[in-house]
């Protein structure tokens, strides 16, 4: 098996980052190991190493709603395989996340051993799945699905700007820290809603989080800001 020489370690806890560079080293000990802390973090890190073999996701990390990292990296970086490294344990949601093109799922909890022979697994081009993921009945969550079809089809500015949307930031307060002028994003805005199919801010925060892996923590009243 020719080893991947670059990986993306996505996660925000610096200790599981360490381990899963342990956990890389046992099976391709000479890889390059980048790391991002949030799913903006993570688009500009893969934005300047696309050549990357294998990208690590947690799909907890700041930023991020459930899969939309994910669906995110598989719409615009379909030729690097993604595999899900989460403390959720629930075989619903693993099977839900190679339904969004992960390239394999492994809990937390798994010890080193079985995390690196996952790894390999993904890294050989076959799928990961826990044996009780493999044993769960599962039928795709149509919702979810046609959200990230949606969600596929922005630009990854546009993307930017939904994340930052997402954690209640004003359109002034998005321009200056994307060093952008407020028309521009404003531009993105409307062609956002256009895509997602929604007519306010309020509708894309409650849309994207369509993606949570627990809807019962959807928010309950996003800020808002009229357009």
Do not use: W
């Not at 050549?51 to 899969?67: F, K, Q, R, S, V």
């Not at 990296?73 to 395989?81: A, D, N, V, W």
């Not at 949606?150 to 994307?178: C, H, W």
């Amino acid at each position: 098996m020719q080893l991947a020489q670059k990986m993306i370690v996505a996660d925000d806890h610096p200790l599981f980052r360490t381990a899963l560079q342990q956990a890389v080293s046992q099976i391709a000990p000479d890889a390059e190991i980048v790391q991002a802390e949030s799913l903006p973090e993570l688009q500009t890190v893969v934005e300047g190493h696309t050549d990357t073999d294998l990208i690590l996701l947690d799909l907890n990390m700041p930023g991020a709603h459930g899969y939309s990292g994910l669906v995110f990296l598989r719409s615009h970086y379909p030729e690097i395989p993604v595999m899900v490294v989460s403390a959720c344990e629930d075989p619903a949601v693993m099977c839900q996340a190679i339904d969004h093109e992960a390239s394999g799922y492994i809990a937390k909890s798994s010890s080193l051993e079985e995390i690196s022979a996952a790894i390999g697994e993904v890294l050989k081009g076959d799928i990961y799945l826990p044996k009780q993921a493999r044993q769960h009945q599962h039928a795709p969550d149509t919702v979810s699905m046609d959200l990230a079809q949606k969600l596929a089809s922005l630009t990854p500015q546009q993307f930017r700007v939904l994340t930052m949307m997402s954690e209640g930031m004003l359109n002034k307060q998005i321009a200056y820290d994307l060093e952008v002028s407020e028309a521009t994003i404003k531009a993105h805005v409307t062609a956002i809603f256009r895509k997602l199919g929604v007519r306010t801010r309020t509708q894309a925060v409650i849309a994207v989080q369509t993606l949570d892996i627990e809807r019962n923590d959807l928010a309950s009243d996003p800020v808002g800001e009229a357009e």
